[in-house]
Antibody, heavy 119, light 108 residues
Framework: QVTLRESGPALVKPTQTLTLTCTFSGFSLSTSGMCVSWVRQPPGKALEWLALIDWDDDKYYSTSLKTRLTISKDTSKNQVVLTMTNMDPVDTATYYC???????????WGQGTLVTVSS | DIQMTQSPSSLSASVGDRVTITCRASQSISSYLNWYQQKPGKAPKLLIYAASSLQSGVPSRFSGSGSGTDFTLTISSLQPEDFATYYCQQSYSTPPVTFGQGTRLEIK
């Protein structure tokens, strides 16, 4: 079955760089039409899409955050990595990775990882 | 970017009620509209995709309709486990992916 799991630090300091890893199973990111995205959710707020990487290694970013984000994949390890630079307390959120067939819905989600930005 | 607007932002209802949540896109998205349910501390769960297709395993009391710019999610008879926050999301023009701001469904 399809599973995704996020991992990374629970606490980062302001100005630091956050690195999150999504490790997945049950599908391949080399399959045509397959994508993995990162989505975040500040406490009590709505979902916000951050970045997407597709089977062809094309990468897309949120317009408002694109200068701070980098997404990459390691197909052999079934992993997608997101880095976000210059972290700020407003970036405190639960970060999710999710599978998304191209033009499709997010059909599988990880359980999410809470990242707190505080000195 | 396509903006998604949900209404209402919150809703109080009773078990057994019929509930409708609306999502409007800032431009036509054909039927590329998905609905998710999220419970506190949990990841979102896909309910409806392509505006009206029920995701496998989702109870039939959930239904979706609409095309173009206006969409609805209907719960025909609310059950206790349905009290949650619901989000719409467009997959017509992606990326970027855009979500609605959410509708919180509370017990009356």
């Amino acid at each position: 079955q399809v599973t995704l799991r996020e991992s990374g630090p629970a606490l980062v300091k302001p100005t630091q760089t956050l690195t999150l890893t999504c490790t997945f199973s049950g599908f391949s990111l080399s399959t045509s039409g397959m994508c993995v995205s990162w989505v975040r959710q500040p406490p009590g707020k709505a979902l916000e899409w951050l970045a997407l990487i597709d089977w062809d290694d094309d990468k897309y970013y949120s317009t408002s955050l694109k200068t701070r984000l980098t997404i990459s994949k390691d197909t052999s390890k079934n992993q997608v990595v997101l880095t976000m630079t210059n972290m700020d307390p407003v970036d405190t959120a639960t970060y999710y990775c999710a599978r998304m067939p191209v033009a499709g819905p997010f059909d599988y989600w990880g359980q999410g990882t809470l990242v707190t930005v505080s000195s | 970017d396509i903006q998604m607007t949900q209404s209402p932002s919150s809703l109080s209802a009773s078990v057994g009620d019929r509930v409708t949540i609306t999502c409007r896109a800032s431009q036509s998205i054909s039927s590329y509209l998905n609905w998710y349910q999220q419970k506190p501390g949990k990841a979102p769960k896909l309910l409806i995709y392509a505006a009206s297709s029920l995701q496998s395993g989702v109870p039939s009391r959930f239904s979706g309709s609409g095309s173009g710019t206006d969409f609805t999610l209907t719960i025909s008879s609310l059950q206790p486990e349905d009290f949650a926050t619901y989000y719409c999301q467009q997959s017509y023009s992606t990326p970027p992916v855009t979500f609605g701001q959410g509708t919180r469904l509370e017990i009356k």
